[in-house]
């Protein structure tokens, strides 16, 4: 069975704290591993992707592998309100049978960051 | 460059009814993919189509069904709506295939059945 966990939170911070969102999943083949983020009301988007161990910067975001412990992490520094939404965790894995991957998402974990 | 366009935004049907939801890829993106948000269970797969073909499909009862036209634009129904068909329905496009993970959504179309 292949599930992606996130903590639904809510996660509360203050205006230019570091706000971390983790992610477990439980099969270890997939190879690569995705951040949306959704504001309430609106679609989700695209803000971070990592396919090896380690981190990866990108602005204020870091994404955080670690595929031995099946870990992924998204570090938003200087959170802003605007930061304020749900952020999905997503995982590409094949289905058994299948040549084909598609995504698993998390169900979100809500971030507030307060003024 | 336009969006993803979903339509309609919204609907009401009642128990019983059937239902058919519409999607417009970005242009040039030849694989669309639908999906299920709910509260409880979150974002879940319906299916993929990628030239007119169903590639893979999610654990979705036969009362779900989709296809795709050959300008890349997509349609996905349901049938025999049941209370529990109330979800967001999100459809996503990319250019190449959905497991490369970068999908641009649309809004979605918003379901409520009575």
């Known amino acids: 069975q292949k599930e992606v966990e996130q903590n639904s939170g809510p996660l509360s911070v203050p205006e230019g704290a570091i706000a971390s969102l983790n992610c477990t999943y439980s099969?270890?083949?997939?190879?690569?591993f995705f951040w949306y983020r959704q504001y309430s009301g609106k679609s989700p988007e695209l803000i971070m992707f990592?396919?090896?161990?380690g981190d990866k910067e990108d602005g204020r975001f870091t994404a955080q592998l670690n595929k031995a412990s099946q870990y992924v992490s998204l570090l938003i520094r200087d959170s802003q309100p605007s930061d304020s939404a749900t952020y999905l965790c997503?995982?590409?894995?094949?289905?058994?049978?299948?040549?084909?991957?598609?995504?698993?998402f998390g169900r979100g974990t809500q971030l507030t960051v307060w003024p | 460059k336009a969006g993803v366009t979903q339509t309609p935004r919204y609907l009401i049907k009642t128990r019983g009814q059937q239902v058919t939801l519409s999607c417009s890829p970005i242009s040039g993106h030849r694989s669309v993919s639908w999906y299920q948000q709910t509260p409880g269970q979150g974002l879940q797969f319906l299916f993929e189509?990628?030239?007119?073909?169903?590639?893979n499909k999610g654990n979705f009862p036969g009362r779900f069904s989709g296809r795709q036209f050959s300008n890349s634009r997509s349609e996905m129904n349901v049938s025999t709506l049941e209370l529990g068909d109330s979800a967001l329905y999100l459809c996503?496009?990319?250019?190449?295939?959905?497991?490369?993970?970068?999908?641009?959504f649309g809004e979605g179309s918003r379901l409520t059945v009575l």
């Open positions: 189509y990628f030239s007119e073909t169903q590639r």
């Open positions: 099969d270890r083949g997939s190879q690569s």
């Open positions: 996503a496009s990319s250019r190449l295939r959905t497991d490369t993970g970068e999908l641009f």
């Open positions: 990592i396919y090896s161990n």
């Open positions: 997503a995982v590409n894995w094949k289905d058994r049978g299948s040549t084909l991957g598609r995504l698993y």
